[in-house]
């Protein structure tokens, strides 16, 4: 199927639904995740970090962590996300905690694990985030919000219940 990329208007998005419509419903079943790569709260930091994870993606995931606080040796992390099909995350409140120049925060999060060696299973914890006040960053380069540290626990509890009230 051809289309004149040069057409405008309702007949044109009309003929494009219409094929899509009539494509293979195996090429829509699975969709790939969209790249997400967002430090602007704490929330959408740890969900840039989860998606990178779920999309194998382990040299960005791995750049989310604070410089000195990532986890040591990058090799031996990423392995231990071999097995993990996909992970899914809620996340609880969280307020900035500023003071002199910089910014943290304590996010509570509940992650659903999928592995290939297993069952799902449900972790429940705490992500602390820093940012150096972006006022505070006079010279290049920017270091933008990132993890410092993450304290997470299996939880018995179910995934929609397990995201603590507070870290």
């Known amino acids: 199927m051809r289309f ?14 219409g094929s ?8 829509w079943a699975e969709p790939t995740p969209t790249y997400l790569d967002n430090r602007s709260t704490p929330q959408s930091l740890v969900a ?11 040299v960005r995931a791995y750049s989310y962590f604070s410089q000195g606080a990532a986890p040591t040796g990058f090799k031996a992390w990423a392995t231990g996300y071999e097995t993990t099909q996909h ?3 809620k996340m609880g409140d969280t307020y900035p905690d500023p003071g002199a120049g ?3 925060w304590a996010l509570p999060v509940a992650l659903s694990v999928v592995s290939t060696d297993g069952p799902p ?12 006040s972006v006022s505070m960053q006079i010279e290049p380069p ?11 626990k299996k939880s018995s509890l179910a ?7 507070s870290c």
């Open 4 to 17: 004149n990329i040069r057409k405008s208007g309702v007949g044109f998005v009309a003929a494009l639904v």
């Open 20 to 27: 899509l419509a009539l494509s293979p419903v195996g090429a």
């Open 48 to 58: 840039s970090y989860y998606n990178a994870i779920n999309q194998k993606q382990y």
């Open 87 to 89: 992970v899914s995350i």
């Open 102 to 104: 910089q910014i943290y």
């Open 121 to 132: 299973a449900v972790y429940a914890g705490c992500y602390h985030l820093h940012l150096t």
């Open 142 to 152: 920017f270091v933008p919000m990132s993890i410092q540290s993450a304290t997470l």
């Open 159 to 165: 995934f929609e219940e397990a995201v603590p009230s």
